[in-house]
């Protein structure tokens, strides 16, 4: 059975840092693609970034410049290092993880919350 298990959030002051880690187990499939969501009281969750096995990356607009997205294939974990942070960015953040067997099958965590206090 797949596992995605978040750590790392917490309360921060506006303009600090935090690093969230996403540790996959449970397969010894493929997993291409992981990513992090976030979803704030009363909005739909959204993408924040996301990395392929091979590297490649992609952000949401609003953190591109502050957050930076990485992932260790051997570890099966990826990371989110978050800076700069702002009131905005107060969410529950949720790791996907995409993996391939016959086909693909999303897994998610059950999140973890950040919060940012002005």
């Known amino acids: 059975q797949v596992h995605v298990v978040e750590s790392g959030g917490g309360l921060v002051q506006a303009g600090g840092s935090l690093r969230l880690s996403c540790e996959v187990s449970g397969t010894t499939y493929s997993i291409n693609t992981m990513g992090w969501y976030r979803q704030a009281p009363g909005k739909q969750r959204e993408l924040v970034a996301a990395i392929t096995s091979a590297g490649s990356t992609n952000y949401a607009d609003s953190v591109k410049g502050r957050f930076t997205i990485s992932r260790d294939n051997s570890k099966n974990t990826a990371y989110l290092q978050m800076n700069s942070l702002a009131p905005e960015d107060t969410a529950v953040y949720y790791c996907?993880?995409?993996?391939?067997?016959?086909?693909?099958?999303?897994?998610w965590g059950q999140g973890t919350q950040v919060t940012v206090s002005s």
């Open positions: 996907n993880a995409a993996v391939w067997a016959v086909s693909r099958d999303d897994y």
